[in-house]
């Protein structure tokens, strides 16, 4: 009798999850970069686009790489993240409707307060890069081929730096989110690229603040796609489309503006 | 060598026509080792027969032989005149060290009576072991005598016309060894053959009928009791009454 | 640091906030669902691996006890190819839902459950064998004496893969995507709490899943003990 009882409970638990998995008929999932997740953006616009559309909008949060490689592989409906480059290219080969601009933000280079490479208050990213490459100062990049990995790289190239040179050195490659990439840097006293949002947003500081910024190189594009149906039958187009929509509408594109930690708007929307 | 004549002098006590243990030319070989050497045995006497031998002397594997527990590398069982793959059905084992199921005395019973056997036969047979009273005690929880008992009593339970006794003594408190051994006399009246390993020559002068004397996995004799203990055939029983350890 | 993530967990349970309440809730069902599954399988698996004989069965065992060790992260991406929208079973839509978790959970914690529930039964089934052969009990009856007499060796396995399954996050984070209010388990939202940077609260998160894995052990003991104290075990 017990153990009925045990198994009644256990079936019980068993249907649950998918029935809950049943019950989200009108469901989007997008694939979408870390820093918008994490910055907070999400949980302030989500219940709105719900109220306004009836849509529950699923978000899978990972670097903008491995977010186009899902998309690519069909598992979401909606992409949204930040490599312009890469973004085409997916538009180009076929998997993407069409590609918008959203919204932007930043770039910053936070490093410790002590600023080992004496690089603070500079608006000169390229000549920040030579000279923390110079003084060996220790940076930690995301190392993942996501968004902000491949700005960085950029940046590097730009300044005629190679840091690949010194992986493993002065270069440490984390592999990881930005979140867990901060939390490193910060662990280990290094320079590191964020966006300003997840930085702004960031809680395990320490010491830390902004060394470089403002400079019009570590500008931030976000973009949005819908997935293409030709590519990817079980795409919702429609639902998915409904989002977009409203993301570029005015209500929407205020919404992303209203959006502020501590005061600071965080995205600056950019869609018309 | 060793090997008994059907003729033996056990025959005259023999009290059917059929010989309850008839065994030709066991082998056993286990990986590579031989270990029971083309055993001939074949006893018509009623009662209890002891199989006794120094240790090593493949006295258990031989009693696993007969109850199927292995299968002989050759040769031939029959008990009354059966195969004893027809035969295992009517036989109960009794293990030198008790295997008890981990759940109370009552239940450990249970689980070998057979169907429709009466609560009330169960109930007396834990009287004669001496367990009544402790029927929901967990069985695994019992001293070693107390245990044994309860293995007996589970043996006893599914009425077996042969029960096999592999050394179920040794070690055991001597109330025990009493309880036991009035069990086993009871069953012998009522007609079961037992076959029984002892080391102990004073149980065995006590039980036995005759004796099956094995010494490095061969019949070194097989005789009724009181011969085998006046006067025992065998260099190697004659050792072994005299004390003197026999390897 | 660890003050502050003990005022928070401390906060987060007495205020009964209702994400945590839904985030713990999805950990459990999750789990537990499958449990239940790696039961149904693993312990048909290990009991008959245990009670027969056959060429080969050295090397399953061997493989058995191996495939305790798989890494999740390698499970999780096993089964995110398995679900994905262009996978094989990708038309099941299975991808980031709580189903999706569940069957990442069964891959690992079945051959877990298998494994030891080998253990136990050889064990048993070397004691049990002849006693069983002697009295002629039918296989019909021997599995379950088997399984009820391995009852409270049984319960520690099922629990120990029940605490790898409801700790595990490398798996679940690739197929269940960490979705708030979908996907997200108390192993994925500490994930998530730690990439922001919100170390007290990820902290705090821990410390309350250590205080359901230390309910789950003190259950196991008692039981254990109860078992021991008869004798049972």
């Not at chain 2, 258990?60 to 031939?76: E, V």
């Not at chain 2, 084992?93 to 759940?103: H, I, N, S």
């Not at chain 2, 055991?172 to 086993?184: C, F, G, K, M, N």
């Amino acid at each position: 009798m017990k153990l009925t009882k045990t198994m009644k409970s256990i079936g019980l638990a068993m249907v649950l999850p998918l029935a809950s998995s049943l019950a989200i008929a009108e469901s989007i999932v997008v694939q979408s970069t870390t820093s918008t997740k994490n910055s907070g953006l999400y949980d302030y616009i989500l219940p709105k686009v719900k109220a306004d559309t009836g849509l529950t909008v699923n978000v899978v949060a990972v670097g903008t790489g491995q977010a186009i490689k899902n998309a690519q592989r069909c598992d979401g409906d909606v992409l949204l993240v930040h490599a312009k480059a890469s973004e085409e290219k997916f538009v180009n080969e076929g998997y993407g409707v069409k590609r918008s601009d959203l919204m932007y933000n930043d770039f910053v280079i936070v490093g410790p307060a002590a600023d080992p490479a004496g690089v603070g208050g500079s608006k000169d990213v390229s000549k920040s890069l030579t000279t923390i490459a110079s003084k060996q100062a220790l940076f930690a990049s995301r190392g993942d081929d996501s968004g902000t990995h491949k700005a960085e790289l950029r940046l590097w190239k730009a300044a005629g730096t190679d840091p690949k040179a010194a992986s493993g050195a002065w270069y440490r490659e984390t592999g990881s989110g930005m979140g867990a990439t901060l939390n490193a840097a910060v662990g280990m006293g290094a320079y590191a690229m964020t966006d300003r949002a997840t930085w702004t947003k960031f809680g395990n500081k320490g010491d830390f603040k902004i060394q470089v910024e403002g400079d019009k190189r570590l500008f931030n594009q976000y973009g949005v796609i819908l997935v293409n149906k030709d590519k990817c039958p079980s795409v919702k187009s429609e639902a998915g489309q409904k989002f977009i929509d409203w993301l570029l509408s005015n209500k929407g594109q205020n919404t992303i503006a209203s959006y502020k930690v501590s005061g600071n708007q965080l995205f600056f929307p950019n869609a018309n | 060598m060793f090997k008994s004549e059907p003729m033996s002098n056990t025959s005259a006590l023999s009290a059917t026509n059929a010989p309850y243990i008839e065994v030709n030319n066991l082998n056993l070989t286990i990986g590579g080792n031989q270990l029971l050497h083309d055993i001939s045995v074949t006893s018509f006497t009623p009662g209890v027969t002891m199989v006794m031998g120094p240790n090593g002397a493949g006295k258990s594997l031989f009693l696993r032989c007969l109850h199927g527990l292995l299968i002989p590398t050759s040769g031939s069982i029959r008990l009354l005149n059966k195969p004893h793959e027809s035969t295992t059905a009517s036989q109960s084992m009794v293990f030198q060290k008790a295997v008890l199921l981990r759940r109370n005395v009552i239940k450990n019973l249970e689980f070998a009576a057979p169907n429709g056997t009466p609560p009330t036969e169960i109930t007396e047979l834990l009287a004669k072991v001496h367990l009544n009273g402790k029927e929901l005690q967990p069985a695994r929880l019992l001293s070693g005598g107390e245990q044994q008992r309860l293995a007996l009593a589970r043996s006893l339970l599914t009425k077996p016309r042969f029960l096999l006794l592999d050394e179920p003594t040794a070690s055991l408190d001597p109330a025990s060894v009493l309880i036991i051994e009035r069990l086993i006399s009871e069953a012998t009246e009522q007609g079961v053959k037992c076959i029984f390993i002892s080391h102990d020559l004073g149980q065995a002068k006590r039980l036995g009928a005759d004796i099956i004397f094995l010494h490095q996995g061969r019949l070194a004799e097989h005789t009724d009791a009181e011969t085998f203990f006046t006067s025992p055939q065998s260099r190697e029983a004659k050792a072994y009454l005299d004390g003197e350890i026999v390897l | 640091m660890l003050g502050d993530a003990f005022t928070e967990a401390f906060t987060l349970i007495v205020s009964v906030n209702p994400e945590l309440l839904e985030i713990l809730w999805l950990s459990i069902q999750v789990s537990l669902t499958a449990l239940f599954f790696s039961i149904a399988l693993g312990l048909p698996i290990g009991t008959s691996l245990a009670i027969t004989e056959f060429p080969g069965k050295k090397a399953c065992v061997t493989i058995l006890n191996s495939l305790m060790g798989l890494p999740p992260v390698v499970v999780g991406l096993l089964v995110y190819l398995l679900l994905s929208r262009s996978g094989p079973l990708g038309v099941l839509g299975l991808l980031y839902t709580p189903t999706a978790m569940v069957i990442a959970q069964v891959v690992l914690i079945t051959p877990i459950i298998a494994a030891l529930a080998y253990q136990v039964m050889d064990d048993l089934h070397r004691e049990y064998r002849d006693l069983f052969q002697s009295l002629g009990i039918p296989l019909t009856k021997a599995v379950p004496t088997y399984l009820w007499d391995a009852r409270y060796s049984l319960v520690t396995s099922v629990l120990a893969g029940f605490g790898r399954a409801i700790s595990e996050v490398g798996a679940v984070i690739i197929v269940g995507g960490n979705i708030d209010h979908l996907t997200r388990v108390m192993t994925t939202a500490i994930a998530l709490e730690t990439s922001k940077g919100e170390l007290a609260i990820a902290l705090a998160l821990g410390i309350i899943l250590l205080t359901l894995a230390l309910i789950v052990n003190a259950a196991v003991t008692t039981v254990r003990t109860f078992g021991l104290r008869n004798a049972y075990v």
